[in-house]
């Protein structure tokens, strides 16, 4: 969290042309959600997070969510685990799970919570990289977005 209070405001002062980030305010929000509910963090925690999360989140011009299956991410897991890559460490509660139902209780979670913030665009990934940058684009070009203003 402390990352992302630094990182937006010093990207956003560059004043690029677009500023995609993974895993932003909104994202955490919901991983922040899915950890109180599951009793990994304090009320506390939770409260004084979440505040700063949504503060960040009105920083963000065009919030994309990107949802991925279950299924998919199981297996994006062990093709990166039979690489020798494991970034369980990177995460905390229930992210770190590759089961899946729990990985089904996250989707679920994400898919509610674009609901409730009508301003995310969702984007259902379940392809290579170069089609998801074009997915991207796409809803970048829809907006006409530029450091907040649209043109």
Known sequence: ???LEITIPRLKDAKPRYL?????????EV?????????????????ES?????RLQTEIDLPLM?????????????????EGLDYSYLCAGLN??????SLG?????????QKEKPKIRELHIDSK??????????EIESEKIKNGEKL
């Open 96 to 101: 770190t799970r590759d089961k899946l139902d």
């Open 20 to 28: 995609l980030m993974d895993r932003g305010p909104h994202d955490r």
């Open 50 to 54: 979440k505040e700063r999360l949504v």
């Open 129 to 138: 990289l170069d089609a998801t940058i074009k997915a991207v684009l796409r």
């Open 66 to 82: 990107f949802l991925i299956t279950p299924e998919i991410s199981l297996s994006r897991i062990a093709a990166q685990r039979d």
């Open 31 to 47: 991983m922040l959600e899915a950890d109180y509910a599951d009793s990994q963090i304090s009320q506390g925690f939770y409260t």
């Open 105 to 113: 209780q996250l989707y679920t979670r994400y898919v509610a919570f």
């Open 1 to 3: 969290l402390s990352y």
